[in-house]
């Protein structure tokens, strides 16, 4: 599991950026590069983040250390994301999830299909500015 | 700090050097004020030793007619009396005397001109002395008319006023020196007095001066200082400002640089995603050029035809796939190839395709533009397998 302990590698440049909220955030993504890249990025604008490269990984943080939200992608390598998520929620019913996926998403189809699961829906090929916004928005 | 901000005042040694200058002069005037006041010292002492000395001259000169008359009144007493104990008085009268002009004569011992003037004075007074020596001598003899006669000698005027004279011309000039010495001595004493203030003075101005030095090179360092001061201040905040400027713009370029790194892989993982996609698609799939040239084509398109891509790619798609009508092949791909020039579909056009092998199997044709924003640069062609034709 890679979660807080994961070796820093954001620079020291960054610490420059906005107060740290302290806010705690659970990404998981099966592609250790991207979950590297979103650590970097969300700990310079103050997030303290745990990774999961799996369903069980991911688990495990939830249980030990509860996040603030959950950044979840939609292909997972043993489990489906979506399906992931719907565990997650029974365990943190009021914790918000963003779906961040390579697949693209009609915006009726996230509307009428997977809003009860998930808080907002992010692209992969969206800057990442995107997503901090979305975290502020659901979490601040 | 801008621009027209005086450079810092230069210090010290200027300063330093007026100050010690002001220093020198101020101990040169004090140590001239000792010298002048030590030797004015040491001049009044000896001033004082002469009066005392010319006051002990004049007294003895005072007493000198005084003693004679005292003791020629015992020699008179004795020559009346003939009583011993008046020749006794007599003999101790012109001892006195005697002694009074020793003393004389010592004080004088140093002064030639006073020297001069008393040796008459002691000429008469010895004299004196020894008339009265001889007139004690008749008397002892008992010549009365001896006697007589010396008594009438010295009767009629004797060499008296002659003494009076003389002891007043010397006492008067001893006094007339005592007037200039005290002159002197007060000219000297104002001399000193005005030497001593003139110096304190000058020192008080010279110290006054160094202290408006001192007090100036003081202001001009606690200038330096403030400038200084603000100087550093000012540059400490032009620091702060641009290491902030800097920290913003690195914080920026790291920010920057990893949106750029996750577009990059977004880009990646979508392509790599679209790929998987596509040739995951059982339906043979060629992408064309707008002059209908293979420049890919899926597993599927390998799966039907059994060439590789190396065997089709940049080649016509007439190779492999014609249509079914032979006589509406030609009029099919002219149509084909200008759906790529217009950007329209073309769908479920019957259609033949020729394997690697020979075989013929039929399929339903169907095209796509491909564009690049507003502008078709090419095209997708989908052949979907149906019922197998004759060879």
Redesign the interface.
């Known amino acids: 599991m890679s979660h807080s302990t994961r070796p820093p590698f954001a620079?020291d440049?960054?610490s420059?950026?906005p107060k740290p909220s302290g806010r705690h955030i659970l990404a998981i993504d099966d592609?250790t590069?991207?979950l590297e890249?979103l650590t970097?990025?969300l700990k310079?604008h103050g997030y303290r983040v745990s990774t999961a490269t799996n369903a069980a990984e991911a688990k495990h943080v939830v249980e030990s250390q509860a996040p603030d939200l959950i950044i979840s992608d939609l292909q997972l390598e043993d489990t489906d994301g979506l399906q992931l998520v719907g565990q997650l929620r029974v365990l943190l019913p009021a914790t918000p999830v963003i779906l961040l996926t390579?697949?693209l998403f009609d915006p009726l189809v996230i509307e009428n299909n997977l809003k009860w699961k998930i808080s907002a829906y992010v692209?992969?090929?969206a800057?990442?500015?995107t997503l901090v916004a979305e975290i502020k928005r659901l979490i601040g | 700090m801008s621009s027209d901000t005086p450079p810092p005042v230069p210090l010290a040694d200027p300063t330093l050097r007026r100050v010690l200058v002001f220093f020198t002069l101020i101990l040169g005037v004090l140590i001239g004020i000792v010298v002048v006041s030590l030797r004015n010292l040491n001049r009044s002492i000896a001033t004082s030793d002469w009066v005392n000395h010319t006051h002990a001259l004049i007294s003895e000169l005072d007493a000198l007619r005084p003693n004679l008359a005292a003791a020629e009144g015992e020699l008179v007493r004795y020559l009346h009396t003939g009583d011993q104990r008046d020749h006794a008085a007599y003999q101790e009268k012109f001892a006195d005397l005697g002694e009074s002009v020793a003393v004389i004569n010592a004080l004088i011992a140093g002064a030639p001109d006073e020297k001069e003037q008393f040796a008459p004075i002691a000429a008469l007074l010895a004299r004196r002395a020894g008339l009265a020596t001889q007139a004690v001598q008749l008397k002892k003899a008992g010549d009365t008319a001896g006697l007589q006669k010396l008594q009438d000698t010295e009767a009629e005027g004797g060499d008296l006023p002659e003494l009076a004279r003389r002891l007043e011309k010397l006492r008067e000039k001893q006094t007339d020196l005592l007037s200039a010495r005290d002159r002197a001595s007060f000219v000297q004493a104002q001399v000193t007095r005005w030497t001593v203030l003139a110096g304190v003075g000058f020192d008080f101005l010279l110290l006054c001066g160094a202290a408006w030095l001192i007090r100036d090179d003081l202001a001009a360092r606690r200038q330096a200082a403030r400038l200084l001061a603000q100087t550093n201040s000012e540059l400490e905040e032009k620091v702060r400002q641009r290491t902030a400027e800097i920290s913003a713009m690195n914080a920026q370029l790291v920010a920057q640089n990893l949106e750029e790194r996750w577009a990059k892989q977004a880009i990646e993982h979508q392509n790599r995603y679209n790929l998987l996609i596509i040739d995951s698609i059982t339906d043979a799939v060629f992408v064309v050029t707008k002059l209908m040239n293979i420049s890919r084509m899926n597993p599927a398109a390998v799966h039907l035809t059994g060439y590789e891509p190396v065997d089709l790619v940049d080649k016509p798609l007439a190779k492999v796939a014609q249509l079914a009508d032979a006589d509406a092949l030609r009029r099919t791909f002219d149509v084909l190839a200008r759906t790529l020039v217009d950007g329209h579909e073309m769908r479920s056009q019957a259609a033949v395709v020729t394997m690697k092998n020979g075989d013929r199997v039929a399929v339903q044709l169907n095209v796509f533009p491909l564009r690049d924003r507003d502008k078709v640069v090419g095209g997708v062609v989908i052949l979907k397998s149906s019922a197998p034709s004759s060879s």
């Open positions: 620079p440049s960054l420059v950026a592609e590069s991207i890249l970097e990025y310079a390579g697949v692209s992969k090929t800057p990442l500015q």
